[in-house]
């Protein structure tokens, strides 16, 4: 079984900078892991992901504002989130999944989650 643990998060102006960390169980079996995020009354999205081999992904609404990375030698993915917005206040996720991956920012490819944190941004 894979555990997550999740850690960084909290509440920051608008412009600034967060990074979250997710700490993760080592299993030869995950080849992808992910950032999702959920504010209220929302639907969970997927924000970032990255593979073994390298592709990351990004949603749209991310692009360009925070970079997905990973530790290998720690078995820590990161999420940096730079010039926060307010829209960006949520409770964000991290995820892994196996290599059955056709869709990395959709909930249904992932077999294990983090047990979240808190991003607030105000403006």
């Known amino acids: 079984q894979v555990q997550l643990v999740q850690s960084g998060g909290g509440s920051v102006q608008a412009g600034g900078s967060l990074r979250l960390s997710c700490d993760s169980t080592y299993d030869y079996s995950i080849y992808i892991m992910a950032w999702f995020r959920q504010a209220l009354g929302k639907e969970r999205e997927g924000v970032a992901a990255?593979?073994?081999?390298?592709?990351?992904t990004y949603a749209e609404a991310v692009k360009g504002r925070f970079t997905i990375s990973t530790d290998s030698a720690k078995n820590t993915l990161y999420l940096q989130m730079n010039s926060l917005k307010p829209e960006d206040t949520a409770m964000y996720y991290c995820a892994a999944g196996g290599p059955y991956c056709p869709f990395p920012l959709r909930e249904g490819t992932y077999l294990y989650w983090g047990q979240g944190t808190q991003v607030t941004v105000s403006s």
């Open positions: 990255t593979d073994s081999q390298g592709f990351t």
